[in-house]
């Protein structure tokens, strides 16, 4: 739980504490926003879409609600195996040796922000899992703000889409993936070369891994501003059968639980044998899944682990179906189209890049999913850089930039982490709004300079 500020905060706030201020007093429930986001967007589409007839607008919202189910899913699954993961005794004692020096609010927040930012270049699902649960095992030791701390995990994840884990640059570089807009226009896949490992991906994503932590330190609230994290009581151990009995002994088997790893892994190495490495959403719960079963030993301890993991995505099951909705109303009526055009009309062979960038950076508050994202915005970003002659990998990448650095705005993707580590959504985006404008300063800069 967290112990309020003791003493009044000062009239005189800083730009954070203002920022907090206006969120958790004037930002609804997420589920709350989510609804008035449908309202917004149904409106505008009634409006303005071409296709914005009141029966495409409810049947589409109607398609979206339930066609998300299956990406939800795979999202729900790579946030509880990933808990799970990270949850695991090997990975717990890791956490606590990495944590056991840090003293001090400001090593504990550079620290904090440090491994969700590789974790979340490496593997955006783990990314968001151990920030969170790393914040946690931190503000047990160190007495700070646990917004503040959040906030900066949580922030780590802004460099999660120019990784080697973002869906839009591995949809481009998968031959026939049904994403794979390049290709179909184009005839050609884009390798991680000419996207991820590239001076306009990797300049900025050094910058920001570079500038956000002195930004946090800046960031710190003071004494009289600050919520403490108090720990709560570790949830009691679910009483098992005895391992002496016949079902207690099947329970605790390892052999069971190494039968599955193995079962996994050799489906992991026939398949990127014959087909080479790659990684999607079902890869990477299988991964997911098979380390945390060998982590835990037996199978009713991972069972534990992914009953704890299930309580944290209550919030989730009500929301995605919802911005599932906005996502079929943006689709199909045509409004994220009218939208994108109107930026690509005033761009040009050099701009394009950027002004694709700005597109993305407003279509991720409606759109908050990489690979739905890129379904709306890279059918009609593409064509454009291909007549006039643009960068289309700077292109593509400069839709997953936007995408990345308006999450730190949109509360999509902020909700496993704040229901992981404990605390309230309106806080953590208060201080994450200085995330996205230094982020957005720098990823905009970088496609003008180096695109």
Sequence with gaps: MLAP???????????????????????????????GLTLVVALAAFLFAPNGAPTVIVSSWYTGVFGILGFAFQMILILVTGHA???????????????????????AVV??????????????????????????????????DFGWLVAAAYSGW????????????LSQATHGNALNVVEKLTGMILPFSQTV?????????????????????????????????????????????RPDTPAGRLNHSRLLSLFLVALGAAYLAITWT??????????????????????????????????????????MMLQYPIYGGIMGIMDTTGLAAMISK???????????????????????????????HWAVQGPFAIPAAVSLGASIPATTMAVAM????????????????????????QRVLGFTVVTFAVAGVIYGAALLVFA
């Design 274 to 315: 014959a087909k080479g490495v790659s990684l999607d959403a079902n890869t990477v719960i299988l991964i997911f899944l098979i380390a945390g079963i060998a982590l835990h030993g037996y199978p009713v301890a991972y069972v534990d682990a992914m009953k704890n993991a299930a309580k944290q995505t209550g919030s």
């Design 111 to 144: 620290t904090t922000f440090l491994v969700a930012a590789v974790a979340s270049w490496l593997n955006w699902g783990f990314g968001l899992v151990i920030g969170a649960v790393l914040a946690r095992e931190v503000a047990k030791r160190v007495r700070l």
């Design 197 to 241: 490992f590239t001076a306009f991906n990797l300049v900025p994503t050094a910058l920001v891994v570079i500038v956000l932590p002195f930004v946090f330190l800046r960031l710190r609230p003071r004494e009289d501003e600050m919520q403490v994290f108090v720990p709560g009581d570790e949830a009691e151990a679910p009483a098992r059968m």
């Design 5 to 35: 500020a003791t003493a009044p905060p000062s009239h005189r706030r800083s730009f954070v504490a203002g920022s907090v201020y206006v969120f958790e007093r004037l930002m609804p429930d997420p589920f709350v926003l989510a609804i």
């Design 402 to 425: 936007g995408e990345q650095v308006s999450n730190m705005m949109q509360p999509f993707w902020a909700l496993p982490v704040v229901a992981m580590a404990g605390i309230g959504i």
């Design 158 to 169: 802004v460099i999660w889409a120019s990784g080697p884990s973002s869906s839009i640059a």
């Design 85 to 107: 993961l990270a949850h695991a005794p090997p990975v717990q004692l890791a956490l606590k040796a990495l944590v056991a020096p840090i003293e001090s609010p400001g090593r």
């Design 342 to 372: 109107g930026f690509v009309a005033i761009a040009t062979q050099h701009t394009l890049p950027f002004w694709t960038y700005l597109a993305s950076l407003f279509i991720t508050f409606l759109v908050p999913s990489g690979g739905g």
